[in-house]
T-cell receptor, first 116, second 114 residues
Framework: DAGVIQSPRHEVTEMGQEVTLRCKPI?????LFWYRQTMMRGLELLIY????????DSGMPEDRFSAKMPNASFSTLKIQPSEPRDSAVYFC??????????????FGPGTRLLVL | QQQVKQSPQSLIVQKGGIPIINCAYE??????FPWYQQFPGKGPALLIA?????SEKKEGRFTISFNKSAKQFSLHIMDSQPGDSATYFC?????????????FGSGTQLTVLP
């Protein structure tokens, strides 16, 4: 398996622009998680999906952030409008909902976002 | 209640040394404690995990020690190698809700000198 795939790997944009981050989870995984990593706040869970349905979005910082999962193999995280404080590395992770494997989350390589 | 406190923030050891990273938690509902390893430019990857019914788990050169009464757990790396240089995150989760949401520690940047 190719693992979790994220695109783009790097994104540089100007304040006020819309940013869309993409994720393809591992085939067969039921859960998909979006995280943000910064030096100040570490790894923060933003939102997670189960079978394409958003379950908990309490970590989404504000209304400028939105996430969708239109099918089992694709998810997007959108920031509109972007601000410099959104600069971070955004990770997507997926896991399988079986009794023993559910705990292991497999992370993608991340998207490094810089908002100027 | 959900916080996991990790220390130290950074650690430098010589090759062959035994770095120890410590974590503490408050939420007694946590029942799964994984450690993730992250290399620069990569996503975190599961290294080793433990449940509170055992006090120690060993996989290769990596050992987790768990103290349930103190609500603390630690990672030991035996015979550390330069290739172990990475950032290590402890985490904790419970079966609340429909999925295991991981609460991560702040990370420890480990450097193993040759």
């Amino acid at each position: 398996d190719a693992g979790v795939i994220q695109s783009p790997r790097h994104e540089v944009t100007e304040m006020g622009q819309e940013v869309t981050l993409r994720c393809k989870p591992i085939s067969g995984h039921d859960y998909l998680f979006w995280y943000r990593q910064t030096m100040m706040r570490g790894l923060e869970l933003l939102i997670y999906f189960n079978n394409n349905v958003p379950i908990d979005d309490s970590g989404m910082p504000e209304d400028r952030f939105s996430a969708k999962m239109p099918n089992a193999s694709f998810s997007t995280l959108k920031i509109q409008p972007s601000e410099p404080r959104d600069s971070a590395v955004y990770f997507c992770a997926s896991s399988r909902a079986t009794s023993s494997e559910q705990e292991t989350q497999y992370f993608g390589p991340g998207t490094r976002l810089l908002v100027l | 209640q959900q916080q996991v406190k990790q220390s130290p923030q950074s650690l430098i050891v010589q090759k062959g040394g035994i770095p120890i990273i410590n974590c503490a938690y408050e939420n007694t509902a946590f029942d799964y404690f994984p450690w993730y390893q992250q290399f620069p430019g990569k996503g975190p990857a599961l290294l080793i995990a433990i449940r509170p019914d055992v006090s120690e788990k060993k996989e290769g050169r990596f050992t987790i020690s768990f103290n349930k009464s103190a609500k603390q757990f630690s990672l030991h790396i035996m015979d550390s190698q330069p290739g172990d240089s990475a950032t290590y995150f402890c985490a904790a989760s419970s079966r609340e809700g429909s999925a295991r949401q991981l609460t991560f520690g702040s990370g420890t940047q480990l450097t193993v000198l040759p």
